[in-house]
């Protein structure tokens, strides 16, 4: 039995991922852990996902559960996810972290880290989102020169980071595929005189609204004909299928940096 701990437990993912813990042959929930003054700590795991008891009370500490287990995933708060990075890397444990909002900075000491430890970073765990990235990458190295580049996500009101950290990659992985670099060619919004459009920017756009789950367009468009390639997620527990087949997947991986395209087979 692979031993999971799942950090940020209470939380929207939190919940969607006890669950797909407990629906994994093979995955045993051996830790739930939130942060430190949240009400739920000491409350059962699986009465607070509205399951049947679990015996298995929420901790508030992932350094007192973290010998027994044998990879941690984390869905939280990038400064909470970089103080359990720690807690893993200090203890030799294998993470998977889909948090999102990662600066420059955190992201390079995710990736010093990955030289002890086995670590998936991923800000999108779903099939369908890795499949996209893949298919943005052909359409960007056919079309991309000739198109207008758009990207436009919606999510619920409660999301605190934007644009997303799916649509940071999908703009990632067509300025790469264009030779451009993001950090110089991407629009985040557009307010008062813009002037005409600069043809290599790729512009964001971002919808906070309700309980939308999560969607993304990437618009390619021409005089005379556009390309959009969408996804919808319609689930969290299309996330949380996602980071049991990647903690699943790290388990004979030495350590490293991996992410979802690693974990699905797709870089070629
Ligand atoms: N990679 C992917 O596939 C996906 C990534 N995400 C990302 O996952 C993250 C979480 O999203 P979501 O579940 O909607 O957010 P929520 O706010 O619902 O959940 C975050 C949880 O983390 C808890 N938390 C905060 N700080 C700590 C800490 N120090 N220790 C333990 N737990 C802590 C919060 O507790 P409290 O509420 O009490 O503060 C909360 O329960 C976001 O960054 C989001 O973008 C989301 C979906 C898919
Ligand atoms: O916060 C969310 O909800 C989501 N966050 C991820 C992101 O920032 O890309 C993935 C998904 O779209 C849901």
Redesign the pocket.
């Known amino acids: 039995m692979i031993k999971v701990g799942i950090?940020?437990?209470?939380?929207?993912?939190?919940q969607a991922l006890i669950r797909a813990c407990l629906g994994t042959s093979g995955m045993l929930l051996a830790a739930a852990?939130?942060?430190?003054g949240?009400p739920?700590v000491g409350k059962d795991a699986g009465e607070l996902t509205g399951l049947l008891k679990l015996n298995l009370p929420v901790i508030?500490d992932l350094a007192q559960a973290i010998s027994d287990l044998d990879v941690v995933i984390d869905?939280?708060?990038p400064?909470?996810s970089m103080?359990?990075l720690v807690v893993c890397r200090d203890n030799g444990k294998r993470f998977v972290i889909?948090?999102?909002?990662f600066s420059d900075e955190q992201k390079a000491v995710i990736e010093q880290s990955a030289s002890t430890i086995p670590i998936i970073l991923?800000?999108?765990?779903?099939v369908g989102v890795n499949l996209c990235l893949k298919l943005l990458e052909i359409a960007a190295k056919v079309i991309g020169e000739q198109t207008d580049i758009e990207i436009i996500e919606a999510h619920h009101r409660?999301?605190?980071?934007a644009p997303?950290?799916t649509a940071l990659r999908m703009g990632e992985v067509v300025a790469d595929a264009l030779g451009r670099d993001l950090r110089e060619c991407a629009v985040y919004g557009r307010e008062g005189y813009t002037g005409e459009r600069d043809r290599k920017s790729i512009g964001f756009s971002v919808i906070r609204a309700g309980d939308i789950v999560?969607e993304h367009t990437v618009m390619f468009a021409d005089e005379g004909e556009r390309v959009e390639i969408i996804h919808t997620a319609s689930s969290?527990m299309t996330?949380a299928k996602?980071?049991m087949r990647a903690a699943t997947w790290l388990m004979d991986k030495p350590a490293g940096i991996y992410d979802m395209q690693d974990v699905l087979g797709l870089k070629v």
């Open positions: 950090v940020g437990a209470t939380g929207r993912m939190g852990v939130e942060r430190k949240s739920s508030d869905f939280t708060r400064e909470a103080e359990h889909g948090t999102t909002g991923a800000p999108n765990m779903s409660h999301k605190v980071d997303s950290g999560g969290r996330f996602g980071a």
